[in-house]
């Protein structure tokens, strides 16, 4: 029931809690700890059992959801009142009295909480249980330890743990009691800046006396933050320490307050700096990553009195630099509208299918990955660095990205603008040449399509390239046998894909955006006509768009609903595949499931977080698309006319050609006349096209994708049969090679303990928020905050321009939260599968995004207005606040009800 800390080490975690076992590893390990023992989860469990309540009790924490907070504070009061009373067993305080008195009963001691789902990797729980200090004799040593195991269902324990998903009954209890130190100083110290993310840098919080002080908010402490690399001090903030916690002669302690010259003097010098600072940098290497560690000084000395990882942190980009230089990353979910946590195999793809900066080829022949791609957090981050470090193509790229996103280039050139940067300068970086393998032969056909090539021959060149690539994919893979040899297949295909799609697709869509900057930036310039309200309505009903064409599909199954109140009412009330397959038996259901299969064939493979392989489609998971069409059945819409919606799409197209005709006509003045409009009518007519196209690659890649998952998924299944996986859908946790090793194995290897272990890794790191940049040693930029918004207006990036204002509907996945028709949509992000939920929408609202993200272009095209990069937008509006969204000046006010 008592473990010594010398006996101690992190395999002891659930005997003796996250906060023994790590006191125990350092003190094993040589740091200065002082003494003490724990108090095991075995003496915990033989307290429990002499409480006969208990196990009621554990049911209702266990019903908890973490949502209702009084059920939460009656329940763990209730628990509370059952252990309070309970006594603590003979035998348990024999032998807590007898470590005591080997260590010194003379001495003071502080007894806390160690709880078994505490100080973890991924989670910290700090501050979750009880401490107690400078506990005096046997009494009062045996009441602190029974108060630390009650502490294990405060309010807060409780809440966090259902919040959480933690269970009630896995958590046990151990108590830490440890030789009290009577500081001079203490504090916090942070080997990476929590704030920034820096891992270079120490962050060090200090104040006089015991540290309650500061981690009770009881004092502003000293701030000291240190370069981990030279020692130098970057920052000192001397706090006004108007007090110290001190012990009792006769124990606990009391509040001393300090005369002026004391509190406003600093807790630290420059030695006891360098001396904490060198312990940190230790401690770190020991354990491997960034830590949170209470130090304390007494007489001199310098103690450590906990140590636990900072899971605050964002992990850092894999794999790391191969310069010393600093490097900067953007992240990819945030430019594809879609920033969920995505599973190896996923990731790996994206590997594959970006042509730069490719490795070599790697064993058996496998395709080199680009090198751009890295991995955080179960996201992909592109490593910009190279592009950054030159001169010339900084600028051209930095101002291409904020056009497309306005925050992503913003934090780039923070990034930038850091001394290691641009010491690092002369590091790894692209090259004229090297860039101009792509960049040439790009730029030669936009300018061919921008000037020469028959814009009519756009769309059909496009849609023949990638109905040739598709079949020619499927061809390939249907040649090869199922298995690791039709992986292989699928391997090659995916990574010699988007060379083709860059240099052929890639015009006819760039084209489409050059020309329309062309036509805004000579129409300042006084060279074309028209006005800033006709130029912007180019963008809206634009030709050919595949997206908004399955948008449309959408509508047309709404309206063969909309007649049959029986069959919306089954759509409505069941789940999507059984209210599908009892449609057939309803008024109206054979004609709208004959209308759902011709649409599934078209449109089968999209689907919610579509660049993820791994995530459902339409033809696998139908709930968005049902929630999308019963969202079109609501009250607003039931005087709706069939064809509606293509009637209002067809309209905005009519503008759009009329506004056209307006710029040509508002040219032709002037010397040259004839030729400016000659220009504008090109160029209206290759910008409405080329701006049309623009989701033609990324069709192109889900209906390769399609075929790709089905390769995958038969691996799986034959993974399954042999015994290796538990699961057909535990194949994506693995990469190519793995499951082409594993399917030609003599002797089939057991992956599900693996597969268990990454699923985990991937559920923990769905709980992160990704940032949108990020550098190498782990700084996030900050941005500074917009000085022209309303009092208590959301701050965005304007990105489709109006003025509306309604309900909000907060949507989080489409599957499970139906929009209504007139709703304002705010989603965390919204990718083509989203897109259905647009023909409903008054406005749009999304926490990332940028101007020329998917869901600010689609919503130009329909024209509602919208703010996309809206921070905490999920949380801070709540559903059916009225809201007004203003897509001209970029931000959203709630109206009532206030900002949740």
């Known amino acids: 029931m008592i473990l010594p800390f010398e006996r101690i080490s992190a395999a002891d975690l659930p005997h003796v809690g996250g906060k023994g076992a790590n006191l125990g590893e350092m003190a094993r390990a040589g740091f200065p700890v002082p003494p ?20 009621a009790l554990y049911a209702e924490l266990e019903a908890l959801d973490g949502k209702d907070v009084e059920a939460a504070r009656r329940v763990a009061g209730s628990t509370r009142d059952v252990l309070g009373r309970a006594p603590v067993p003979q035998a348990v305080a024999d032998a807590v009295l007898g470590a005591w008195r080997t260590l010194g009963a003379e001495a003071s001691w502080a007894v806390r909480s160690s709880a078994t789902a505490e100080d973890l990797p991924d989670a910290s729980f700090a501050g979750q249980q009880d401490t107690y200090l400078n506990i005096r004799g046997a009494e009062a040593l045996i009441d602190a330890v029974r108060r630390c195991w009650v502490s294990l269902f405060t309010d807060r324990a409780v809440l966090y743990r259902a919040r959480s998903g933690f269970g009630h009954r896995g958590v046990k209890l151990s108590v830490v009691v440890q030789r009290m130190v009577l500081p001079e100083v203490s504090g916090i110290l942070f080997t990476a800046d929590p704030i920034t993310g820096r891992r270079r840098t120490v962050s ?52 001393e307050r300090l005369p002026e010259a004391v509190r406003q003097a600093r807790a630290l010098d420059d030695t006891a700096l360098r001396e904490l600072v060198a312990m940190g940098v230790r401690i770190e290497k020991h354990y491997g990553k960034p830590q949170d560690i209470e130090w304390c000084i007494e007489a001199g000395r310098l103690y450590v009195v906990q140590t636990r990882p900072i899971t605050s942190l964002y992990p850092l980009p894999e794999p790391a630099p191969r310069d010393e230089g600093l490097h900067a990353y953007a992240s990819f979910g945030h430019v594809q509208m879609m920033t969920d946590a995505m599973p190896p195999l996923a990731l790996q793809v994206w590997q594959l299918l970006l042509p730069f900066d490719r490795a070599s080829a790697g064993p058996g022949g496998a395709p080199g990955e680009s090198r751009v791609v890295t991995v955080a957090g179960s996201r992909i981050f592109l490593d910009l660095t190279p592009v950054l470090r030159h001169p010339i193509l900084r600028h051209v790229f930095t101002g ?31 090259t004229m040449r090297g860039v101009g393998r792509f960049a040439v032969p790009i730029l030669a056909r936009v300018l061919a399509r921008l000037f020469v090539v028959d814009p009519t ?6 849609e023949s390239f990638s109905e040739s690539r598709v079949a020619g994919v499927r061809a390939r893979l249907a040649a090869a046998a199922p298995g690791a040899a039709r992986l292989r297949e699928a391997r090659r295909a995916l990574s010699e894909l988007f060379t083709e799609v860059v240099l052929f697709v890639g015009p006819n869509i760039g084209v489409g955006i050059l020309g329309n900057r062309i036509l805004h930036q000579l129409n300042r310039r006084g060279v074309i006509g028209g006005t800033e309200e006709d130029l912007s309505a180019l963008e809206r009903g634009l030709p050919g768009n595949v997206t908004t064409e399955m948008d449309l599909a959408v509508g047309d199954l709404t309206d063969r609903v909309r007649p049959y109140p029986a069959l919306a009412e089954l759509l409505r009330s069941r789940p999507a595949t059984e209210a599908l397959t009892a449609a057939r038996d309803v008024d109206g259901g054979p004609a709208f499931l004959e209308a759902w299969r011709a649409f599934l064939e078209r449109y089968g493979m999209r689907g919610p977080g579509e660049v993820d392989l791994s995530r459902p489609r339409y033809k696998d998971e139908p709930a968005p698309l049902i929630a999308a069409i ?11 006319a069939a064809g509606e919606h293509r009637a209002h799409h067809a309209a905005l197209a009519a503008k759009a050609e009329a506004a056209g005709q307006r ?34 690659p ?39 090679e793995e499951l082409i090793a594993a399917l030609e194995a003599s002797q089939t290897p057991d992956l599900r303990s693996l597969a268990g272990e990454r699923r985990a890794a991937l559920q923990r790191d769905a709980k992160r928020s990704p940032p949108f940049v990020m550098a190498s040693d782990g700084e996030i930029p900050a941005l500074v905050a917009r000085a022209d918004l309303p009092p208590g207006a959301l701050s965005g990036t304007a990105a489709s321009a109006g003025v509306v204002e309604g309900l909000a509907r907060v949507v989080l996945d489409p599957a499970r939260e139906v929009l209504h028709a007139g709703e304002i949509l705010v989603a965390p992000h919204t990718d083509p599968g989203w897109t259905p939920l647009f023909v409903h929408a008054a406005g749009l609202v999304t926490e990332v995004g940028g101007l020329m993200t998917h869901g ?16 905490g937008a999920t949380q801070r509006i709540r559903t059916g606040q009225r809201i007004r969204v203003d897509g001209t000046r970029g931000f959203v006010e709630v109206l009532d009800g206030g900002a949740a």
């Open 630 to 640: 019963v969202g079109g059945l609501g009250p607003a819409s039931a005087n709706r």
């Open 204 to 255: 060090i919080d200090a104040g006089f006396g015991l540290g309650e002080a500061l981690v009770s908010g009881l004092i502003n402490a000293d701030l000291y933050k240190v370069d981990k690399d030279t020692g130098a001090l970057l920052e000192v903030r001397v706090g006004d320490k108007a007090l110290a916690i001190r012990p009792r002669p006769e124990g606990g302690t009391w509040e």
């Open 36 to 55: 003490g023992f724990c108090v095991t989860t075995a003496a915990f469990d033989a307290f429990l059992t002499g409480c006969g309540e208990l196990q």
């Open 663 to 696: 710029v040509i006509a508002a040219s032709r003045g002037g010397l040259f006349g004839w030729l400016r409009a000659r220009l504008a009518r090109r160029w209206v007519k290759v910008t409405r096209t080329g701006m049309g196209l623009r989701e033609h």
């Open 400 to 430: 291409i990205l904020g056009h497309v996103y306005e925050k992503v280039g913003q934090g780039l050139e923070t990034l930038m603008g850091r001394p290691a940067f641009q010491r690092g300068v002369n590091g790894e970086r692209a």
């Open 856 to 871: 600010s272009v689609v919503a130009r095209e329909y024209g509602i207005p919208a703010v996309v990069s809206v921070t």
């Open 698 to 736: 990324k069709y192109l890649l889900v209906r390769v994708l399609e075929l790709v998952r089905d390769a995958v998924r038969e691996a799986g299944a034959l993974l399954v049969q042999r015994g290796a996986l538990g699961a057909a859908e535990d194949v994506y946790l693995f990469r190519f």
């Open 457 to 462: 021959r756009l769309q059909p060149g496009v």
